[in-house]
């Protein structure tokens, strides 16, 4: 009788539930009670419409799962992609558009508000995207100038545990080889937000009107189109989301 009423108290998990609890993993608990600013919220709708929109454009990227406007954790906005299958390596160009969708937020930021609306939102990204670069250069062997040599910041690092330090000048270059892989990532992407001004704009109402949007609305939007409704989501008498002319993706991403 016991084992008949625990199986007849068990119940399917939904979809829903499922994706709601992914996303608690992924991206963190809600914090629905912080209270945000109408310009605090769209300063991070155009941010997190900057990674998206990167993100899609730019060549061997993961595919973008959901944005969202919702605080998370210790995040204010989160861009979720998720990997179509497992990876153990990646390279050049998969780096590089990394670096590209990293610098997305920022980017948005300085295209709306100039470089002094820039806010310290893009900390995490900036310190994600240097440690990336520099293991391009010190660690990975992805870098010409420096060729494939391991420059270990530690004795930890080395073949054999030797001694790692290398010359002020070595050190010089590898900096200088850094910021180089930085300022082309930086420069490609905001050239890609630039050309697609106006998908910047759509995607950022949506995230006010929404809050949260997956894949097919993101299609919607990058196709020009109006983004289709969440599902159980009940209009408004006045719908924020501005309808968009019919426009195409501009400045198709070339190879980085």
């Known amino acids: 009788a016991a084992l008949f009423s625990a199986r007849a108290n068990r119940r399917t998990v939904t979809m829903e539930e499922f994706e709601n609890a992914r996303d608690k993993i992924m991206m963190g608990a809600e914090r629905r009670s912080m209270v945000m600013s109408e310009k605090e919220k769209a300063n991070t709708a155009y941010h997190e419409a900057g990674h998206a929109i990167i993100g899609r454009l730019v060549p061997e990227h993961d595919p973008v799962h959901k944005v969202t406007i919702i605080p ?18 990646m390279n050049r160009r998969q780096l590089n558009s990394q670096l590209c969708s990293l610098f997305g937020g920022r980017i948005a930021e300085e295209l709306i508000g100039g470089i002094h609306g820039v806010t310290t939102g893009a900390s995490n990204d900036i310190e994600r995207a240097t440690q990336m670069a520099r293991n391009m250069v010190t660690k990975w062997g992805l870098n010409e100038k ?7 910041e530690d004795e930890s690092q080395a073949p054999g545990g030797g001694n790692t330090h ?70 408004p008498k006045t719908p924020k989301v501005k309808r968009t002319k019919k426009t195409s993706i501009k400045g198709p991403a070339e190879e980085l």
Do not use: C, F
Not at 72 to 89: F, I, K, M, N, W
Not at 146 to 152: A, H, K, R, S, T
Not at 167 to 180: K, L, W
Not at 195 to 211: G, P, T
């Open 72 to 89: 998370r954790g210790r995040a204010l906005g989160v861009t979720q992609y998720l990997p179509e299958e497992d990876r153990y390596s």
């Open 146 to 152: 420096m060729g494939p040599v391991l420059y270990g």
């Open 166 to 235: 290398y010359s002020e000048d070595t050190s010089r270059e590898i900096d200088q080889e850094v910021r180089g892989i930085l300022n082309e990532a930086y420069g490609h992407a905001k050239k890609l937000l630039e050309d697609n001004r106006d998908i910047l704009e759509a995607m950022k109402d949506a995230l006010m009107e929404y809050e949260t949007i997956d894949a097919d609305q993101i299609d919607d939007i990058m196709a020009g189109a109006t983004p289709r409704a969440p599902k159980d989501w009940e209009e």
